[in-house]
């Protein structure tokens, strides 16, 4: 059983990181912020990384996310994955990839597989290769090394250890990565960590990777918590949109203050960059471009937060397919139960209620009966 560090209230529902209930991080946030900030703090040093985004007036700028670091000599960005070395940021660039990759058999288990063109056969046959489910084929899933946010919940945390030695690197070229696409890859999923810190690379390996297709549907998706640049994020919505592919936006919360204590960034960038997306729709309505989805922490992602959302995602298209993800104890905050039956499903009438059309619960498996 947690305590909150500010008003000492005990309950189930109450991580130790960031060590502060959901009450104080909404209506003390000034008092909290310093407890939040401080199990933030742990959580980098854990790994060797920097605490917060470094700005620094004589450092060279890097501004593929919202962070916008300011790197000075012998220092790196706030991702792990950049470092100023004489002048010069080295490491991961739009040449050299810090990723990982491995082929998974379509449908997978993808946030938009219930909608998608692999998971359903929506978009055929121009983006489909099946009226129905794309079996027979697979998905190439490149996971980048490396974060924009520092998610407490993390669930795959372990990118953390790749960090680091960035000379004694193992790098991926665009050209390697789109070379071992063959006539059975139907589609290119970018995650992570977070493919924001990366998006060079992944623009640049879609391209060839399209160059290459000789007339075959390959459709390009992105899995992202969308602090991307503006003009970066413009070219994904390119690539996607032409491709038949999604960019799939985890909306972690609604309120500015929560999404800075479970995640420790602003997501102020992510909604605007949202409703940049939402504004193509129209142009593509199907398969759909855009797609969202929230994860169903216990305790501190509630109906607000998720009406909230709804709200904003139905303001733009209610049309926008929307998957509230139940939660599994993983990273910092393995202290708290899985997601319950009764918040998920009450959580999706919300949604409903709010004017989506398409809300979907993911991870059945992992609900519980009660806390």
């Keep these: 059983m947690g305590e909150c560090r500010l008003c000492h209230k005990k309950s189930l529902l109450i991580s130790e990181y960031p060590g502060i209930c959901l009450e104080c991080i909404r209506n003390d946030f000034k008092k909290a912020k310093f407890y939040i900030l401080e199990a933030h703090k742990k959580t980098r040093e854990d790994f060797n990384l920097g605490v917060s985004p470094p700005k620094e007036p004589e450092g060279i700028l890097c501004n593929l996310c919202v962070n916008e670091c300011e790197i000075k000599e012998n220092d790196m960005g706030f991702c792990g994955l950049r470092k100023n070395l004489d002048r010069k940021l080295v490491g991961a660039d739009s040449q050299k990839g810090d990723l990982t990759f491995y082929f998974d058999g379509l449908p997978t288990n993808c946030v938009a597989s219930w909608i998608c063109p692999g998971g359903t056969g929506l978009g055929f046959p121009e983006f489909s290769y099946q009226k129905g489910p794309e079996y027979g084929y697979k998905n190439l899933a490149v996971f980048y090394n490396g974060c924009s946010f520092n998610c407490l919940f993390c669930q795959n945390w372990h990118f953390r250890d790749a960090l680091g030695n960035i000379k004694k690197k193992n790098f991926v070229s665009p050209e390697d990565l789109a070379r071992i696409i063959d006539e059975k890859t139907s589609c290119i999923c970018y995650f992570g960590g977070d493919p924001a810190c990366q998006l060079p690379h992944s623009i640049l ?54 999404n800075i204590a479970l995640c420790g960034v602003s997501n102020k960038r992510t909604l605007d960059n949202f409703a940049k997306v939402a504004s193509y729709i129209k142009e593509r309505p199907l398969p759909p471009l855009l797609v969202a989805s929230t994860l169903l922490v216990p305790g501190y992602v509630d109906e607000y937060e998720v009406e909230k959302i709804s709200e904003f995602i139905s303001s733009l298209n209610k049309d926008i397919p929307y998957s509230l993800l139940a939660f599994y104890p993983c990273f910092y905050m393995q202290d708290l139960p899985t997601t319950t039956h009764g918040h998920a499903f009450r959580c999706r009438e919300i949604a409903l209620k709010a004017g989506l059309n398409k809300v979907h619960i993911g991870n059945l498996q992992l609900l519980s009966d009660g806390y």
Aim: hydrophobic fraction near 40%; aromatic fraction near 8%.
């Design 205 to 258: 390996t879609s391209r060839i990777a399209l160059k290459n297709k000789k007339n075959r549907i390959l459709r390009i998706c992105w899995e992202t918590n969308g602090s991307m640049n503006e003009k970066l994020l413009d070219e994904m919505i390119k690539i996607a949109w032409e491709s038949g592919g999604c960019i799939k936006f985890d909306l972690k919360a609604w309120t500015e203050e929560l």
